[in-house]
Each structure stands twice: as structure tokens, then as C-alpha cells.
């Protein structure tokens, strides 16, 4: 027994995949820093090969491409067991996410008196 998947434009028209594919534009947009601008970074700032910085993008993706799909599994089955409570993870981002922002802009250094909430 084999298992094919239907071709996206069997199940799907031309313009619905059109649209689910749009919807991953902003994300190109706010990646595109990162691999544009972030590797000359580090090879300024902290004299790193431009090959190492490159095999190490390049495994953040190939380890973020096994990953997708089994965390989608994973929170897919979480939701449809647990309906109630599938927006919890949401909502509790913000709290998360505040001390990895704050350690992103804060400065090394800085006195007390600082006006930034990120002090």
C-alpha cells in the first residue's frame, strides 16, 4: 500500500493557495533581516567566519524543518483534547516573551535611574 498525498492545487484552487501562501509573506519579511544583516554582524563584532555563521543558520533551519511538523501534530492534538484550555499558551506569551525582549534592548551597564522599563 502506498501513501500519495493529492497534489495543494487538487484540493485546493489556484487562488485559495494563492492566499495560504500569502500568508507567510510577513514572515519572509521579518526573516530576511536576520539572514541579510545578522551574519555580517557577527563577523565584525565577534570576528566569526562567514562559513560558520552560514552552517549555523542553515542548521537552525534544517533542526526548525524536522520540528514544524511534529510540533504542529503535537499542538493540534493538544487543542482538539483539551478545547478549553487551547488558548492558555497564547495568553501566556506576553508574560514569557517580556524578559527575552527586555535582555534584547537592555544595555550592559546602565545605572538605576534609567528611564527605559527595560532597565
Known amino acids: 500500500m502506498s501513501l500519495q498525498a493529492a497534489p495543494a492545487s487538487a484540493s485546493m484552487g489556484a487562488m485559495a493557495c494563492l492566499r ?27 570576528q566569526l567566519p562567514l562559513a560558520w555563521i552560514g552552517s549555523l543558520l542553515l542548521a537552525a533551519r534544517l533542526g526548525d524543518a524536522l520540528i514544524d511538523p511534529w510540533l504542529g501534530r503535537w499542538v493540534t492534538a493538544c487543542t482538539h483534547a483539551h478545547p478549553a484550555v487551547s488558548w492558555a499558551p497564547g495568553g501566556s506569551q506576553p508574560c514569557c516573551c517580556w524578559p527575552a525582549w527586555c535582555s534584547c534592548f537592555s544595555r550592559p551597564g546602565r545605572t538605576r535611574n534609567c528611564q527605559s522599563p527595560c532597565c
Not at 20 to 43: D, T
Open 20 to 46: 495560504y501562501g500569502l500568508l507567510g509573506l510577513p514572515l519572509a519579511f521579518v526573516a530576511l533581516p536576520l539572514y541579510v544583516v545578522l551574519p555580517h554582524h557577527y563577523a565584525l563584532t565577534y
